[in-house]
Nanobody
Framework: QVQLVESGGGLVQAGGSLRLSCAAS????????MGWFRQAPGKEREFVAS????????YYADGVKGRFTISRDNAKNTVYLQMNGLKPEDTAVYYC?????????????????WGQGTQVTVSS
């Protein structure tokens, strides 16, 4: 049983930073892409960033490039999302997700598993 547990959300002022964590368990993730999505009120869930567990290649949505950094700690089976220069429009519930993939594609397309989500609120 795969479990993804997010943490690190909260309230921050515009321009501030937060680091989200996603602790993964239940299997070996060497053939997986790990990533983050977000969903703002009244909007569809959207892709934010992802990382190949093996190799560490990354992919970002255009709106977060240069501000967000995704990384992983193999020993802890944990994926991080460092968010700098936060804007009010970044306010959303952030979800960790994983997709099993043997291809070279880095962007998550159809997650196999989701976390429960963590709220990020950016005040202006």
């Amino acid at each position: 049983q795969v479990q993804l547990v997010e943490s690190g959300g909260g309230l921050v002022q515009a321009g501030g930073s937060l680091r989200l964590s996603c602790a993964a368990s239940g299997r070996t993730f060497s053939s997986y892409i790990m990533g983050w999505f977000r969903q703002a009120p009244g909007k569809e869930r959207e892709f934010v960033a992802s990382i190949k567990w093996s190799g560490g290649n990354t992919y970002y949505a255009d709106g977060v490039k240069g501000r967000f950094t995704i990384s992983r700690d193999n020993a802890k089976n944990t994926v991080y999302l460092q968010m700098n220069g936060l804007k009010p429009e970044d306010t959303a519930v952030y979800y960790c997700a994983v997709e099993h993939s043997l291809s070279s594609i880095v962007k998550i397309r159809v997650p196999n598993y989701w976390g429960q989500g963590t709220q990020v609120t950016v005040s202006s």
